[in-house]
Every structure is written in structure tokens, then in C-alpha cells.
């Protein structure tokens, strides 16, 4: 029957598609940087400093986007950054996630010690300020791609925890994990076989809004100059860069600035079409 | 003939977390408050009584869902009172049960086929695709069916769904928890008639539980009353409809209203 | 004169398909008419499009709803709702969730005579006190500072009931409001129902699935399925001799336990075919003009 759900589905679908095609596009660029980037994101030409984007009248043929202050290509470090970006968004992501959530769904489902142990565990991390966490780890361990995606699951795996072990909770208390018992199923089963595929849909919004936060905290700890060495183009330090000569040369700020928008707004739209299009219980 | 259960002063209490003091254990809050019956193999009993008689308690205390607090359950000769899950494994084919809700039972993740064939595998058995396709032909669905998902039934059609899970395994014992108080009038006399003909049918042991006597009239050859966690009355059910012994009994029967304009309430 | 009369209203599901399909039905002061049918037979949504509630989806397309002769479906929206906010009122089904959980039963109460009557506080107050006395509730002082959690399933409903005999409506819709208490329970509040809705003269629609209950309260009932209005008649004359044959497979369905050899009887197959048959031809009926 046709009702209004049909008009739902497929406002979501175009969400759903749109936001797939900027990643994707953004995955590609990562992969062919090297190739389709246009000038080397590291070569400093002084005389070709603060170029305009190719609209705008002052601009040369072959820096489409503009230059910033040192002469350097804003379209290919926009290009290079999306590597560190998107490695940061897909390794942080998934083991904040892969973490969170199984211990999220240990405590919700087995209940008892493990849930005490687990929920104070986590509240008593939650109490630590998650900025200053973050700083003070990479000045401890050290600036670096690896310190950046630790600082990012040491802070956030709590937000895995806490929501799908309240999710796991009130999925346990549903008479199919008691017709599984009855059935004959262990606990271990109950746990991976009858309440996952119920919070799946849940984890996965939640991992793709993670994915938007970690290019976030990753453009965040560039803009304060705690990321990766500051040659490696990456958004936030292209920013950072970018808030010094914003009054001359607005487009060394805006690009990465947009570019970055983009990417975690897709990220989320994701996370949210895929609930809708996967989810069968979804009415 | 033979008892397959033997319920012998059977109590079972819960933490009160509402009334739980800052510190210190929760009072306990007793649900059933020593109960004595027993279910002949063979045999169709309906456990009747309103909301907090502890009727769903003892249900889910014979399959052990729940475990007792004092008593004893003996299943088959079998003290199943406190065993643990790993002990309860192989009995647990032998007693089944099916559930109130079926949208909430029914895994809305998984297919009717797998949610039959999980509890089979999960025994050992073989010849899965067969006894599927027997247990979905007993409780009249068709075979095509096995491909859905249970929220793209009806909800006649899903509690079909959890009769044949439930009867798949050829279980000696199934306990039916309030089954058709969610269906219209015409899926619930659907059910019912299908469960009397399986029981028939297949030699099933029921207990039949239900806030409903009507029902329970229909399908039960013996009534168990409960009232607050006490067996008010266990009798015949023809007995018990000619002339009810507990005023709780009576109350009951009385409040029914019956589809009878001339019907005169006091 | 009919107090509210429903003419052929049709309902439907935003871009999709029909929920009620040219629904008439009226309803005398004083009278308290049935509304029975299956689960998705739209005896549910009549009340709500009288009140004005129905859900997002869902759109009225054509028909009138009459209130003391006036067109409700006529009136701009604030107009309409002031109409029957203050001459109708609404017993839902569920005691647990009708009552807001953080607010004390007292101010949940005269809300709605302060709101909309305009009535002061104090003496809203002392109708409330009046009201609670009057659904047999002891000590209503004492209840009117609880929270809705510190009471049982019964009293709340009995609370509902007053909250909606409160401001003297012409007319109550009860949905389902039995459907969730225990048969004990029900007897009561059924019993109170019907002797309130006496005292007040109130006109009743009321929906219900069980034809039982629909015998103890009504006078007379409508039979929908699928949102067609299959038999109207006196409660007398439907349970001696129900004239649609769906209706009366309805009847033979519903148990009855003082005769284990009748009830219970699921409706024919033929018998939905037949009946679904009239809906699509009334159907066609319909698109022809």
C-alpha cells in the first residue's frame, strides 16, 4: 500500500546517496592525491603567495583554489589532508567503536559485577575534562598521527558505553531474549546473536557521528598545533594558517573550512540513512 | 496417569528497588507465597487470576525463567528448582513456552525461518528444513512464510509464528503465558481452536495461563485460581463454573461482561 | 435532535489509503453509542477526528462533523478547538500514560477549568474535590497532592473520569478505557462510567473491542471494519438478531462462558470475502461519483 512512509524513505535516500558521494569523492582524493593533485602541497613559492581562487581577478592558470601566504597549492593540500583526515575518522572511529560498544553491551546485557564494574569505570573517566585529557596525553606520548587516534578512543569510548548499554538494557528485557532462553540459547549467544543485531542500528548512527568527531578533534588539535608535524597538510592546520590572513586572502581559510563542514555533515546524514534504509523493524 | 510436574511449596520473592533504603538490601517482595499443584502428563491446566497474582510468576517459575526462592519444581521426576543454565540445557527442549506479546518475543531482526530453526539447531537436531516446514504446516501457515520478518504479520499470524517454534522442538510441556489477550475475537478463537487440536493432536502437556476464564473455559479441563501469590481454588473446570468455592472465584466470574444486554450487574 | 451527527466522513492516511470511508453516525443527549470492530477498523479514529486529534497522517477529506449543529470541520482551528475543548472531552485508554507522570493529580485536574473555562483556582479546586468525591475516591485531599506513580491502574481511571466529567461536557468520547484494567477493575469503572454519564445527562461515544462490555454500557452501536460502517442499531435489537452477517460473525466470535458450546467461533472465510467485497464496491461506488 502506498502511504506516507514511501515520502520518508526516499527524502532519506537522497540524504543517504548525497553524503555517500562527497565521501566517496573524498576517499578517492585521498587514494590520488599523489596523481590528480595538481602542484606539490608542500612547495613554497614566494612569489606566487596569496593567489585568489581562479574566479577572482589576480588568479594564475593551474591553482584553481588559490595559494596561501607561502605560495603553496590550496587545492592540493585540501587534497593531502583528506589522507589524514579520513585515516583518523576510519581507525578512530571503528576502535572507539569496536571498544564502546563491547563493553557497552557486556554491562547492559550480563548486568551484575561486570555492569558495576564497567558503569563506575566509566563514570568515574567521564569526571576527567576531555580537552585537557587530550593536550596533556599528547604532550606526554608525543604529537603524531598515532597519538591523535588514541586521544580520540581514550576520550570517546565512553559515549559507545553508556548508550548501548542503556540500549542493550532495555533490549534484554524483551521476551524474545527470554524466548531464546527458553529455547535453549547460552548467554554469549543471547548477547552477539539476539541483542546486537537490535543495537546495530544504534551504533552504527553513533560510529559515523564519531567519524565527523575525530576529523573534528583532528582539525581541533592541528589548530592549536598539537597534531601531526606541521608540514603534512591538514585541515585544521590549513586553517589555523588561514585565521592569520583572513582579512587578505579569505580563501586559504574557507576552502579547508567548507571542505571540512562537508565531511562531518556527511558523515552524520550517513550514519542516519543507513538506520533508515537497513533497519527492517524501522516502520 | 503420571505427573509431569510436581510444584511443592513453591516461593518466589523479588528485590523491591522502589522501597530499597540508602543503604542496605532492598526488602524483598514476595510474589508467590508457597504454592502446591501438580500437571498429569496429558493434561490442559489454566492458571486464572488478575494483575499481581503472581499467575505469569509461577508460568515463568516452571520453565525457570525465574528461579525459586524456597520449594521445589520437579519436572519429569527432575529437581530443575535451582539448576544452572548449563544443567537446564537439555531439559529445555523438553519444556517450551509461548509469550504474551508475539512482537515482542519474535526477534524483529531475524526471519520466521531462522527464528524456527534457531531453537533446533541450537539442540543439535537434524532434519531442520523438515521439522520446519512440519511445525509451520501444524499451525496452518505456508511454507513461503519462512521468508518474512515477523512485523510483515498479522498479529493472528504471529502468534502462529511462536506456537511453531515453540511445537518444533516436540516438546513435552508448553507453557502459554496470556496468549491471546492481545488478538481480535476472531484471531483469538483462531488460536484457540489450534492449540486445543495440537494438544490433541500431538500429546501436549499445557498450562494456560490467562486473566481471562472465558477463555480458559474453552480450552482447560482443570482451573487454577490465583489471588496475591495464592492458589484461591484448583479444581475441575466444570466443577468450578457450576459453583465457585472462593469469593474470589466468584467476584471473577461475576465481572465478566458477557456480549448479553440483559445480563444484570449487581 | 441529534447532538453530534458525523455525515459521511472520509478519512484518509496522507497519500495513501482510506481509513474511514463516508462514516454517519449520530448521537442524541443523553444516548451513549458503541463503536465496535476489529483493530484497524477505525472505531478509534471517528472519536479522534471529532475531537480533532487525529494523528499527523491522517486527513480528513470530505464530510461533516455537526456539534450542536455547528460544522466543526468549518471552523478556523483555534475556533474549533475552543468549541470543543469546552464542550467535549476525551477518557483514553491507558490510565498509566494519560496522566503526566511529573505533575500532581490536583493542578492535572483543574487545568483545563482554569484554561479554558476561565474559572478561578479556588473554585476549580473545590469542583476537583467535588468531582473525585463523586468517582468514589476516598480521601480526595490526600490524592490531589499524589504523584500519578503512587496510585493504582483503577484509581487513575476512576481520576480520568472526573478530570473529563469536569467542565460539564455535552459529550465524551471513551477510548478503549477499560481495555488495560483488570475484569474486577473494569466492572467498577464501567459501572461509574455509566452512572456518571446518567447523572450528567452526557452524550457518550464510546469504542470498544469487546461486544461484552459494549452490552453493559451502551443503547445503541455502530459495526465498522475497515472504516465502513457495516450495522447501526439498539443494543436490544443487535444482540438478539445482529443483521450483517460480519457483525454477526463478530458475535459468535466473542466468548462467552456461560455456555462453553457457543463463542469463540473465528469468522468465516466467505464471509470476509464478502465483506471486503462490499468495502471495494462501495469503493467504486464512491470514485463514480
Avoid at chain 2, 55 to 84: M, Q, Y
Avoid at chain 2, 100 to 129: W, Y
Wanted: with cysteine; hydrophobic share 50%; aromatic share 6%.
Amino acid at each position: 500500500m502506498l502511504d506516507g512512509r514511501g515520502a520518508v524513505r526516499r527524502r532519506a535516500g537522497v540524504r543517504l546517496w548525497l553524503s555517500a558521494i562527497w565521501l566517496g569523492l573524498l576517499v578517492l582524493a585521498a587514494l590520488l592525491a599523489p596523481w590528480i593533485a595538481p602542484k606539490d602541497p608542500l612547495a613554497q613559492d614566494l612569489f606566487l603567495g596569496r593567489l585568489p581562487p581562479f574566479w577572482v581577478a589576480g588568479h594564475e592558470p593551474g591553482y584553481l583554489l588559490g595559494t596561501d601566504s607561502l605560495g603553496r597549492d590550496v587545492l592540493s593540500r585540501i587534497l593531502y589532508g583528506a589522507r589524514i583526515a579520513l585515516v583518523v575518522a576510519l581507525v578512530a572511529g571503528t576502535v572507539t567503536c569496536v571498544l564502546g560498544a563491547a563493553l557497552g553491551l557486556m554491562a547492559g546485557y550480563l548486568r551484575g559485577w561486570v555492569d558495576v564494574l564497567i558503569s563506575r569505570f566509566i563514570d568515574i573517566w567521564m569526571a576527567f575534562p576531555p580537552v585537557l585529557f587530550s593536550i596533556l596525553l599528547i604532550a606526554v606520548i608525543g604529537p603524531g598521527l598515532g597519538s591523535i587516534i588514541l586521544a580520540i578512543v581514550i576520550i570517546d569510548w565512553t559515549r559507545f558505553a553508556r548508550v548501548v548499554r542503556a540500549e542493550a538494557m532495555a533490549q534484554g528485557a524483551m521476551d524474545y531474549v527470554a524466548s531464546a532462553r527458553v529455547a535453549g540459547r547460552g548467554r554469549i549467544g543471547i548477547m552477539l546473536r539476539e541483542i546486537l543485531p537490535n543495537v546495530l542500528p544504534t551504533i552504527v548512527v553513533l560510529l559515523t557521528l564519531e567519524m565527523g568527531i575525530a576529523v573534528i578533534v583532528e582539525a581541533i588539535l592541528s589548530f592549536v598545533n598539537l597534531s601531526i608535524s606541521t608540514d603534512d597538510p591538514t585541515w585544521g592546520g590549513m586553517i589555523a594558517e588561514g585565521r592569520a590572513s583572513v582579512h587578505q586572502a579569505w580563501w586559504v581559510l574557507m576552502f579547508p573550512l567548507i571542505t571540512l563542514f562537508l565531511t562531518v555533515l556527511s558523515f552524520s546524514q550517513l550514519g542516519e540513512g543507513l538506520k533508515d534504509r537497513f533497519d527492517p523493524v524501522l516502520r | 496417569m503420571a505427573d509431569l510436574y510436581e510444584v511443592a511449596g513453591l516461593q518466589l520473592s523479588l528485590a523491591d528497588m522502589t522501597r530499597k533504603p540508602l543503604l542496605g538490601a532492598a526488602p524483598r517482595l514476595e510474589i508467590l507465597k508457597g504454592l502446591n499443584f501438580t500437571i498429569p502428563k496429558g493434561s490442559v491446566l489454566g492458571i486464572v487470576g488478575g494483575s499481581g497474582s503472581g499467575k505469569s510468576t509461577v508460568g515463568r517459575a516452571l520453565v525457570r525463567l525465574l528461579e525459586p526462592s524456597a520449594g521445589s519444581v520437579r519436572f519429569d521426576g527432575v529437581d530443575i528448582t535451582h539448576l544452572d543454565e548449563a544443567g537446564l540445557r537439555p531439559l529445555r527442549r523438553r519444556f517450551q513456552m509461548i509469550f504474551q506479546d508475539p512482537m515482542s518475543s519474535l526477534n524483529p531482526r531475524h526471519r520466521v525461518g531462522t527464528l524456527i530453526a534457531e531453537p533446533l539447531r541450537l539442540h543439535g537436531l537434524d532434519g531442520i528444513p523438515t521439522r520446519v516446514a512440519r511445525a509451520l504446516d501444524h499451525v496452518g501457515l505456508p511454507a513461503g512464510f519462512t521468508a518474512r520478518y515477523p512485523h510483515e504479520l498479522s498479529g493472528g499470524q504471529r502468534q502462529r509464528v511462536g506456537i511453531a517454534r515453540a511445537i518444533a522442538l516436540e516438546p513435552d510441556f508448553i507453557l502459554a503465558d496470556e496468549i491471546v489477550s492481545g488478538l481480535d475475537v476472531s484471531s483469538q478463537a483462531q488460536v484457540l481452536n489450534l492449540l486445543e487440536q495440537l494438544v490433541r493432536d500431538l500429546g501436549l502437556t499445557l498450562a494456560f495461563i490467562s486473566h481471562d476464564l472465558s477463555v480458559i473455559r474453552r480450552l482447560c479441563a482443570r482451573v487454577m485460581v490465583l489471588h496475591q501469590g495464592v492458589i484461591v481454588e484448583d479444581r475441575v473446570t466444570a466443577d468450578l463454573f457450576a459453583s465457585p468455592q472462593a469469593a474470589y472465584t466468584r467476584e471473577l466470574l461475576d465481572a465478566i461482561p458477557l456480549p448479553d444486554p440483559d445480563q444484570v450487574w449487581a | 435532535m441529534s447532538y453530534l451527527v458525523i455525515d459521511r466522513l472520509t478519512v484518509r492516511l496522507r497519500g495513501g489509503g482510506p481509513l474511514l470511508r463516508a462514516v454517519s453516525l449520530q448521537v442524541a443527549p443523553g444516548e451513549v453509542r458503541g463503536l465496535v470492530g476489529e483493530s484497524g477498523a477505525g472505531k478509534s479514529m471517528i472519536g479522534r477526528a471529532v475531537l480533532g486529534i487525529l494523528p499527523q497522517a491522517a486527513e480528513v477529506v470530505s464530510g461533516r462533523i455537526m456539534l450542536d449543529g455547528v460544522d466543526l470541520l468549518a471552523l478556523p482551528p483555534g475556533e474549533r478547538r475552543r468549541r470543543v475543548g469546552a464542550t467535549c472531552a476525551l477518557i483514553p485508554q491507558d490510565p498509566l500514560t494519560a496522566l503526566n507522570p511529573s505533575r500532581r493529580i490536583g493542578p492535572q485536574i483543574t487545568d483545563r477549568l482554569v484554561d479554558i473555562m476561565g474559572w478561578d483556582r479556588a473554585r476549580a479546586e473545590a469542583r476537583a474535590r467535588e468531582l473525585l468525591a463523586e468517582v468514589q475516591i476516598p480521601d480526595p485531599d490526600r490524592v490531589m497532592r499524589c504523584y500519578p506513580h503512587e496510585l493504582s491502574g483503577g484509581m487513575r481511571q476512576r481520576i480520568l473520569i472526573a478530570s473529563a466529567f469536569a467542565a460539564e461536557p455535552k459529550l465524551i468520547v471513551a477510548d478503549e478505557p477499560t481495555t488495560a484494567l483488570d475484569v474486577t477493575v473494569q466492572k467498577q469503572i464501567l459501572k461509574l462510567i455509566k452512572e456518571m454519564q446518567v447523572r450528567h445527562g452526557t452524550a457518550l461515544l464510546f469504542v470498544s473491542h469487546d461486544l461484552g462490555v459494549v452490552s453493559k454500557v451502551c443503547q445503541s452501536l455502530s459495526v465498522l471494519y475497515a472504516g465502513m460502517v457495516l450495522e447501526e442499531a439498539s443494543v436490544a435489537d443487535f444482540f438478539r438478531a445482529p443483521k450483517h452477517p460480519y457483525a454477526a460473525a463478530l458475535l459468535a466470535a466473542t466468548p462467552k462462558y456461560t455456555d462453553p458450546t457457543a463463542g469463540l467461533i473465528p469468522v468465516p472465510e466467505a464471509v470476509l470475502v464478502a465483506t471486503r467485497a462490499e468495502v471495494a464496491e462501495a469503493d467504486r461506488r464512491a470514485e463514480h461519483g
